[in-house]
């Protein structure tokens, strides 16, 4: 995605109501102040998307070691409401690109256009530093693509190549199954494969969630 084409996007509409709703959007330092926001958004529900949450249930420790690996390639960016981490961001150089690493925002405050403000000042910053792209990881056709769109990004399907060096993977081509098993099925059954999951997880959801946060 160019970075201009999304600074021109009509989200700049759901940019002015996350700042009139009072979040307040910085870089950040990577403190135990900063963690234990990230550990309190990560278990605030155990679904998200519909699905499992890989990192819900993770403690202070877990997160500040895990993520502490991606610090020497990564910006923090957080959102903020009364003082309080409510979503965040990291943005990698990577040259010509910026690479969004993770967005993700506290569901309790959805109105608030948290990770549309995230994206603004995370095109802020790409603008800065000069990168002309920004990149948004994988593109699956869901509510999170749709997220993207509006906020100006496209997908674009880059060719691969595949070349078989033994006997099995020459069978692996002809049959098909060389590709993610998750790819070869078609969209007409992975669709309502997605939406049965979504009902299956909703009870898990709201059972598990924090009673302050349902």
């Known amino acids: 995605m160019g970075v201009s084409r999304c600074s021109e996007d009509k989200t700049r509409n759901m940019v002015r109501k996350a700042k009139k709703a009072g979040i307040e959007v910085r870089e950040a330092s990577y403190d135990d102040a ?7 958004i990560f ?10 949450f890989w990192h819900y249930g993770k ?21 903020y409401y009364g003082g309080e981490l409510v979503g965040f961001a990291m943005l990698a150089n990577a040259g010509k690109y910026g690479v969004l690493g993770q967005i993700i925002s506290k569901i309790k405050h959805r109105d608030k256009a948290i990770n549309n403000a995230l994206i603004a000042k995370i095109i802020e910053k790409c603008e800065t530093k000069q990168l002309p792209y920004l990149v948004y990881a994988y593109w ?4 999170l693509s749709d997220f ?31 590709r993610n098993w998750k790819e070869a099925i078609p969209r007409q059954i992975k669709d309502p494969l997605k939406k049965l999951r979504s009902r299956l997880f909703r009870p898990k959801a709201r059972s598990l969630a924090p009673s302050s946060n349902r």
């Open 140 to 143: 699956n056709e869901n509510s």
């Open 43 to 52: 278990n605030e529900t155990p679904v998200r998307q519909g699905r499992q």
């Open 59 to 79: 403690d202070f420790e877990t997160v500040k070691r895990q993520f502490s690996r991606f610090l020497f390639r990564e910006e923090l960016i957080g959102a």
């Open 148 to 178: 993207k769109r509006h906020c100006g990004f496209e997908c674009i399907k880059l060719p691969r190549y595949f070349v078989p060096l033994t006997f099995r993977g020459k069978l692996a081509l002809k049959l098909g199954i060389h």
């Open 34 to 40: 900063f963690v234990q926001g990230m550990t309190d």
